[in-house]
């Protein structure tokens, strides 16, 4: 039995929903309350959200880089790429760049903000 895999298209509208859907899910905590710099409130967003890693210190380096990309003049898709490019699947890159910006970087807030609400609507390319 020969596998097919997903049409180039529909891969892309996948990761797009899963992106979007990691933006919504863990957007909504930005309204929990004021956000401040802690690497571990960051990593329990992740376990909270199932996002696995293998090493704690590699995942809190990931969003501290998310985080400088985004300070750098980066946009969200680029920082969601780097963070993809470490193995992690579209949901869980996707929470991992908003974890690091609500706990780790909120300064870049408003950033995410633009890209979610913005014309593109989350869109990734």
């Known amino acids: ?3 097919h895999p997903l049409p180039r ?6 990761r797009r929903a899963a992106a979007a859907c990691g933006f919504v899910v863990v ?3 930005a309204l929990a309350g004021p ?3 802690d690497q571990y409130e960051y990593v329990s967003i992740l376990d909270n959200e199932g996002v696995y ?9 990931t969003g501290k880089m ?4 985004l300070r750098g003049g980066a946009d969200v898709p680029a920082a969601l790429n780097y963070v993809a490019g470490g193995g ?10 908003t ?3 609500l706990k780790m970087c909120p300064d870049v807030m408003p950033v995410i903000d633009e890209f979610i609400n913005g014309p593109g609507h989350g869109a990734v390319a």
């Open 1 to 3: 039995m020969m596998v």
């Open 66 to 69: 998310a985080c400088r990309m």
């Open 27 to 29: 957007g909504g905590l």
């Open 9 to 14: 298209r529909r891969n892309i509208a996948l």
């Open 88 to 97: 992690y699947a579209p949901y869980e890159s996707a929470v991992i760049v």
């Open 99 to 101: 974890a690091a910006a």
């Open 35 to 37: 956000a401040h710099a």
């Open 53 to 61: 890693y293998s090493s704690i210190t590699d995942v809190i380096d």
